[in-house]
């Protein structure tokens, strides 16, 4: 739907160009105003005469949107206008068509040379008067008649049908304006191709830009109707989606509904040329990647900081650096930091602290990797003079990227692993103290060997050490016996484990337990088991 206001009949109270110029102190003689920044200017000045004031910069660093045009060089960036003047029979009424021709070269003053005007006349038909670059305004007016062609008829099909094609060309720039300025409503001559105001032929006006805008066009359109009839602007929003009809109250309210339109219009180049750095930030990496020695706790490196975008400047508040999972420390990085697009800034940086000791802090040299992580709030200050009109989706957080800086440094304690194998050891040492002293303990009193079927005396066999060899004489074999000890009833005691063997030969060893005054028999020979005594004596009916 296009967007109007309706009220009384335009009425343009100025008559001829030096009526509606700027005083002759506002600009420099001979200079022109360059730019698409300052189309707004011009189309005011078309139908009010009366200059568009550009934002000024705010008391803080925050740019104005004049400034960010002038960084994105807006005056530079090609832009295509088609403009359709009506020249039938009407606009000669009340001076209609000199007011236009005096307010049309304030209009392509406020144009940049590097634009490019396609500039029609219609009435019965259209006919090219200008086709070319913007810059010489005197010379694109002397192409329009001196009059309106009295019979002329308002054929404003055809004149749209001439604008699309001027804008189809292999050329033509990504950003185009059509500006129609007509005083009645839509009546051609006898077979014109568009003889209603609907029917397929304006359907395919209508596709036709719309393929512009699918090609990657930035297509728009300004009606300004010049009359109470000017019906006829109205078809303008039919052929081209985004089309606004001017159908201001007063000057006064048409200086201010311009001012919005002329923004609208800036607002497209700029979007245009910054659309490429939608959801480009920054981006942080190790600049060199040699190995840093952490071990007296204190190392340097370098951190680059890279902007990825191709216009638009970025700050970035409250950059801090820190090393994931390792209790290092960095320093140096600004807290602010401003990048023009696509600048790199390196920053030396120290790295304060050690490698962590892991689970077992015992001296040894340990190295790793460790990323990089770099935090801080990413901004644009173009981001509100530009708002809601153009986001730049600026991320908000830092990227870092590149590989990992290899670091190394000698940690733990010198004390440690020596202190846990000197208490292994002592573990060790009671343990085997222990076992030892319950599985060999020292031996202590007799032990009888007697042959249960001979007649023989007893061989004594006194018990010392841990470990004692038997080589009885009267009974003759060979064996040994240790000691084992056992608690019962709260007591502790020396068992005796015997083992013998009547020729010698491990085929007929046998076995056998012996407690403290106990006798035991191991293949045919009597065992008694005589403990020595508390104060050392070995009992009396031992030694029977």
Sequence with gaps: MKPTVRGRPLALPFRGRAATKPPAAAKPAGTRSRGPARAAV??????????LGTPTATADTTPSRADVYTSLGLDNQQADYAVLVDTSGSMANGGRYDTVRTALGVFLDGLSAEDHVALFTFDSTPRPRYIGAAGDTDRILSMLPDAPDEDGATDIGSALDSALDELERGDAAQVAS????TDGAHSPPDGSPYPDSTGPAWTALHDRARALDERGTELAGYALPLGDGATGADLLGD????????RPDSVEDLGG?????GDKTRLRKAGLLLAGDAGKGIDATWTDHRGRDLTDGSATAKITLTSTTRRTPLTVRGLHASVP???VRISGLPDTLTLDPGQTRTFPVRLRGTLADGPLPYRRDRGTEVPLRVSGRVSSTWERPLAPDVRLKVPREIRATGAPL???ATVGSPFLLPALIGGLLAVLLIWWLSWRRNHRPRLRGELLLTPVYADRPPDRIPLRGRRVQLRPNAVGGRGSVRGRRRSTEGRSRVDLLIRYTP????????DATCGPGGQVVVNGVSFTYLPQEADGRVPAGGRS
């Design 325 to 327: 999972g390792q209790p």
């Design 406 to 408: 290899p670091v190394h």
């Design 178 to 181: 059509v500006v129609l300025l």
């Design 503 to 510: 020729d010698g030969t491990s085929g007929r060893q046998s």
């Design 257 to 261: 509904y311009l001012q919005r339109a």
């Design 42 to 51: 011009a189309l005011l000045a078309l139908l009010a005469a009366a200059s």
């Design 239 to 246: 052929v081209i989606d985004h089309a606004t009809v001017l």
